[in-house]
């Protein structure tokens, strides 16, 4: 489209469940990008995971057109996911835009991602329409909310939208809205080529696809283009639009955003936040991209029954092909075998990941317990990351270990602060501020060590909360604590899959649940198995699996008091030489049970 006044980029940005994919779907409908027929709940939302679990993964995008006022507006939109694990999805998603549609519940109000994603749009600049949704429920207040928005993000609560994404509400009067305040792209059509590269998909017929905003210049069939991060030149094979569907179109201009083709064999290939320009007329100023995701959770993957470390490994590149956010490395294990080392942005991806891998490439997953990444200062002044406690060096050599902090906005009831505080304690949180966002809800911002919200904290928040309890976080540096590393000898053996770093003052109540759960999980064997806690050299708990027990005195029933003994001896080296020789079989179980320390 050659003129740019027509054109609108903007994203749908909102905490998790406040409708964005749904209110996505009216768009499509309301302006004839689909059908009634082919309508389905969750359109955009193209991976079976992301239909099942009712959530967003990965950022997708549509381009629809609507008349106002008798000109035809191109909207470009890009739905973007909520959870807390996607925030550089949403980052992308807002680069490639000039402003966004802040969606709230009506029923629930302003949450802590609402806030977070909030406060992402306004330090990328962008124009924010507020739109409240869910006006349709009984429970709906939006008034109020549109009031709280003003207050806790400072967005104009007198011009926010009101509508309904399920019923089609307001859905004509939000497209106008769109076009009037959103503010068209800047760009010159006849300066050199300049387009950020946002996103990535790999095809098996035609390669990489990547997901394009143009900036400056157009780009068609045919062009030579040169990935700038990359210094690597393809030859454009094919343009497009997802209108949803993919549309081949004759080219893509200043302002526009489309997909190019250009026969990029795999991910590898591509830098995600790269600028594509062209080999004959370059430009000389490159997009300012992306910070590259860093993976903050870490665990490992093990092939289980009926898999192989091969195939397990194929199932890895596989997937790391179609999304490059996780990282993987070859680890060994006495316990488990050869096995990989995985990165994740949090939880909730380290769970997608192995579903995905169990789903897509059919293999079985042995998974450890998920720990952080830790910095270490060393006694010589140098400074070392770890993402496994198998990797601790020799204490005597560490001055002191760091672990990653987080800052976590907590969005709950005024009538819950109390219990949520004191969960906040045990978990080793320093209060920093108290805000009231109404009389009836209160905004609670805390410091974190990670690995004490990794595992179970937003379980626990919605339960002391009773449901209504939101939480957003952001890492934001490294801290020194007296930490150790809690050794778990399954037989007197070191089992370095079970092996946490844990704060000193918590490491005897860790210890012990480790063991007692182990004891429950492990079966019993032939002989004795003791189950120890240690930190260094010091047992700080202990568990014992009791043999089986089988009477071979049965048959004896008469005759001398030395035939009885003769038997029970023979039974007792039995034992002692099948302790020494046989191994002690670790269930999966016994390292899910390290997941949830708090499980009774």
């Given at each position: 489209?050659?003129?740019?006044?027509?054109?609108?980029?903007f994203?749908?940005?909102?905490h998790?469940?406040?409708?964005?994919?749904?209110?996505?779907?009216?768009?499509?409908?309301?302006?004839?990008?689909?059908?009634?027929?082919e309508?389905?709940?969750?359109?955009?939302?193209?991976?079976?995971?992301?239909?099942?679990?009712?959530?967003?993964?990965?950022?997708?995008?549509?381009?629809?057109?609507?008349?106002?006022?008798?000109?035809?507006y191109?909207?470009?939109?890009?739905?973007?996911?909520?959870?807390?694990?996607?925030?550089?999805?949403?980052s992308?998603?807002?680069?490639?835009c000039?402003?966004?549609?802040?969606?709230?519940?009506?029923?629930?109000?302003?949450?802590?991602?609402?806030?977070?994603?909030?406060?992402?749009?306004?330090?990328?600049?962008?124009?924010?329409?507020?739109?409240?949704?869910?006006?349709?429920?009984?429970?709906?207040?939006?008034?109020?909310?549109?009031?709280?928005?003003?207050?806790?993000?400072?967005?104009?609560?007198?011009?926010?939208?009101?509508?309904?994404?399920?019923?089609?509400?307001?859905?004509?009067e939000?497209?106008?809205?769109?076009?009037?305040?959103?503010?068209?792209?800047?760009?010159?059509?006849?300066?050199?080529?300049?387009?950020?590269?946002?996103?990535?998909?790999?095809?098996?017929?035609?390669?990489?696809?990547?997901?394009?905003?143009?900036?400056?210049?157009?780009?068609?069939?045919?062009?030579?283009?040169?990935?700038?991060?990359?210094?690597?030149?393809?030859?454009?094979?094919?343009?497009?639009?997802?209108?949803?569907?993919p549309?081949?179109?004759?080219?893509?201009g200043?302002?526009?955003?489309?997909?190019?083709?250009?026969g990029?064999?795999?991910?590898?290939?591509?830098?995600?936040?790269?600028?594509?320009?062209?080999v004959?007329?370059?430009?000389?100023?490159?997009?300012?991209?992306?910070?590259?995701?860093?993976?903050?959770?870490?665990?490992?993957?093990?092939?289980?029954?009926?898999?192989?470390?091969?195939?397990l490994?194929?199932?890895?590149?596989?997937?790391?092909?179609n999304?490059?956010?996780?990282?993987?490395?070859?680890?060994?294990?006495?316990?488990?075998?050869?096995?990989?080392?995985?990165?994740?942005?949090?939880?909730?991806?380290?769970?997608i990941?192995?579903?995905?891998?169990?789903?897509?490439?059919?293999?079985?997953?042995?998974?450890?317990?998920?720990?952080?990444?830790?910095?270490?200062?060393m006694?010589?002044?140098?400074?070392?990351?770890?993402?496994?406690?198998?990797?601790?060096?020799?204490?005597?050599?560490?001055?002191?270990?760091?672990?990653?902090?987080?800052?976590?906005?907590?969005?709950?009831?005024?009538d819950?602060?109390?219990?949520?505080?004191?969960?906040?304690?045990?978990?080793?949180?320093?209060?920093?501020?108290?805000?009231?966002?109404?009389?009836?809800?209160?905004?609670?911002?805390?410091?974190?060590?990670?690995?004490e919200?990794?595992?179970?904290?937003?379980?626990?928040?919605k339960?002391?909360?009773?449901?209504?309890?939101t939480?957003?976080?952001?890492?934001?540096?490294?801290?020194?604590?007296?930490?150790?590393?809690?050794?778990?000898?399954?037989?007197a053996?070191?089992?370095?899959?079970?092996?946490?770093?844990?704060?000193r003052?918590k490491?005897?109540?860790?210890?012990?649940?480790?063991?007692?759960?182990?004891?429950?999980?492990?079966?019993?064997?032939?002989?004795?198995?003791?189950?120890?806690?240690?930190?260094?050299?010091?047992?700080i708990?202990?568990?014992?699996?009791?043999?089986?027990?089988?009477?071979?005195?049965?048959?004896c029933?008469?005759?001398?008091?030395?035939?009885?003994?003769?038997?029970?001896?023979?039974?007792?080296?039995?034992?002692?030489?099948?302790?020494?020789?046989?191994?002690?079989?670790?269930?999966?179980?016994?390292?899910?049970?390290i997941?949830?320390?708090?499980?009774?």
């Amino acid at each position: 489209m050659s003129d740019l006044s027509l054109i609108r980029n903007f994203s749908i940005i909102a905490h998790i469940d406040h409708g964005k994919s749904t209110l996505a779907d009216r768009l499509l409908e309301h302006t004839g990008a689909i059908s009634k027929r082919e309508m389905r709940d969750q359109f955009l939302d193209d991976m079976d995971l992301e239909r099942e679990m009712g959530i967003t993964i990965k950022a997708n995008r549509a381009t629809v057109f609507h008349e106002l006022e008798g000109r035809r507006y191109m909207l470009n939109l890009l739905d973007t996911p909520g959870h807390v694990d996607f925030h550089y999805e949403v980052s992308r998603a807002l680069a490639a835009c000039e402003g966004v549609l802040l969606l709230v519940d009506a029923t629930q109000g302003v949450q802590a991602q609402t806030v977070a994603n909030a406060y992402m749009a306004i330090e990328a600049g962008l124009e924010i329409v507020l739109v409240i949704n869910k006006v349709d429920l009984p429970s709906a207040h939006p008034e109020d909310t549109a009031l709280e928005a003003e207050q806790v993000i400072g967005v104009d609560a007198a011009s926010s939208v009101f509508v309904s994404a399920k019923t089609g509400v307001g859905i004509d009067e939000l497209l106008d809205t769109v076009c009037r305040r959103i503010p068209p792209p800047k760009g010159d059509l006849t300066a050199p080529l300049r387009a950020l590269l946002y996103d990535a998909k790999p095809d098996p017929h035609r390669g990489v696809i990547v997901h394009v905003r143009v900036f400056d210049g157009t780009v068609k069939r045919g062009d030579k283009i040169r990935m700038m991060g990359t210094g690597s030149d393809h030859i454009v094979t094919e343009v497009g639009k997802y209108c949803p569907k993919p549309q081949v179109v004759p080219q893509l201009g200043a302002g526009e955003v489309g997909y190019i083709v250009a026969g990029i064999k795999t991910l590898a290939d591509v830098n995600i936040g790269d600028t594509i320009t062209h080999v004959s007329r370059p430009t000389d100023k490159p997009l300012p991209g992306y910070k590259p995701p860093k993976q903050m959770v870490f665990c490992d993957f093990y092939p289980g029954p009926g898999t192989t470390t091969e195939e397990l490994r194929e199932a890895m590149e596989k997937l790391f092909l179609n999304d490059s956010s996780f990282t993987y490395e070859t680890v060994s294990s006495d316990a488990l075998g050869i096995g990989f080392r995985c990165g994740f942005l949090g939880l909730l991806h380290m769970r997608i990941i192995q579903e995905r891998l169990e789903r897509e490439s059919d293999v079985n997953i042995v998974q450890t317990a998920p720990t952080v990444s830790f910095e270490l200062l060393m006694k010589n002044g140098e400074v070392r990351h770890i993402s496994s406690p198998s990797e601790l060096p020799d204490m005597t050599t560490i001055e002191e270990i760091r672990e990653p902090m987080i800052k976590a906005a907590m969005i709950v009831p005024a009538d819950c602060v109390g219990t949520v505080m004191t969960l906040s304690m045990e978990r080793r949180g320093t209060h920093r501020k108290t805000e009231y966002l109404s009389p009836t809800r209160v905004m609670l911002t805390y410091e974190f060590p990670l690995a004490e919200i990794i595992y179970d904290f937003y379980d626990k928040l919605k339960s002391c909360t009773k449901g209504y309890g939101t939480v957003d976080y952001e890492v934001t540096h490294f801290r020194a604590d007296d930490l150790v590393k809690l050794d778990i000898l399954v037989n007197a053996i070191k089992v370095d899959a079970l092996s946490v770093i844990v704060h000193r003052d918590k490491a005897p109540y860790r210890g012990r649940r480790l063991c007692e759960r182990l004891r429950k999980e492990i079966p019993r064997h032939q002989f004795e198995i003791p189950l120890q806690a240690a930190i260094g050299g010091k047992i700080i708990a202990r568990e014992t699996i009791k043999a089986f027990r089988k009477d071979v005195t049965a048959k004896c029933y008469g005759g001398d008091i030395t035939r009885k003994r003769k038997l029970l001896e023979k039974q007792k080296e039995g034992k002692k030489r099948m302790k020494m020789v046989g191994s002690v079989e670790i269930p999966q179980q016994a390292f899910i049970s390290i997941l949830d320390p708090d499980a009774e």
